[in-house]
């Protein structure tokens, strides 16, 4: 099968996630998507967040539920170590060989990717689908792609998604506050945060 691989620490997930996933399903025909929730991730040290691993993994369950080819995948969650990219995506290739690996990631991420701990290792186990934003940056991101691609022999697509400017600081931001998330989470997840009272700042913080 053909699967393609949503990482993150999705706190919370959010429709411009599902919708990247669901873009990626359909233009590349894949198979599934695996929503990847990274238990220890190692730039995440100093977050702004304390949402229990448990509360996130629930939100992503609410969020793709009903959906039959988006699925959770637990397997970053359930390690205590930090988790590299580079060593999931060669677990992956070891655990399923017979699965063929789309690894799905943000403009941004594809420029600083020289940035990650052993990134060349991750170009062998996997095609990168990089997710353009708007159609200024398609000479900017066809460059790139080039570059990595020649250097490195990594194999990048683009994937067109639309753009949206919802991100999870500013919906926990907003939660924090009680206003309202509707149309940024699913409803589903809107209310799992709204009854179970996340991002809401401590009474100490207010002082």
Known sequence: ?????MGGT????????????????EDFGLDEIWFLPNGN??????ADT???????????????????????NLHEANTEEHSYTYQTMQEFNQMFPEHEFYFILGADSL????????????FPTCTILAAMRDDKDAWEMQRQILY?????????????????EISSTVIRDRASRDLGV???VPDSVAEYIRTNHLYKKKEDDTV
Do not use: C
């Open 41 to 46: 991730p190692p730039h995440k040290e100093n």
């Open 10 to 25: 999705f706190d919370p997930i959010h429709i411009g996630h599902l919708l990247l996933g669901e873009f990626a399903y």
């Open 111 to 122: 420029f600083s990717i020289e940035q990650w701990k052993y990134f060349r290792e991750i």
């Open 148 to 164: 990595l691609t020649e250097k490195y022999g990594a194999r990048i697509r683009l994937l067109q998604a639309p753009l949206l």
């Open 182 to 184: 509707r149309y940024m």
């Open 50 to 72: 304390g949402t229990s691993l448990e509360h996130r993994i629930e939100m992503i369950r609410k969020a793709i539920e009903g959906v039959p080819h988006f699925r959770l």
């Open 1 to 5: 099968m053909k699967i393609g691989i």
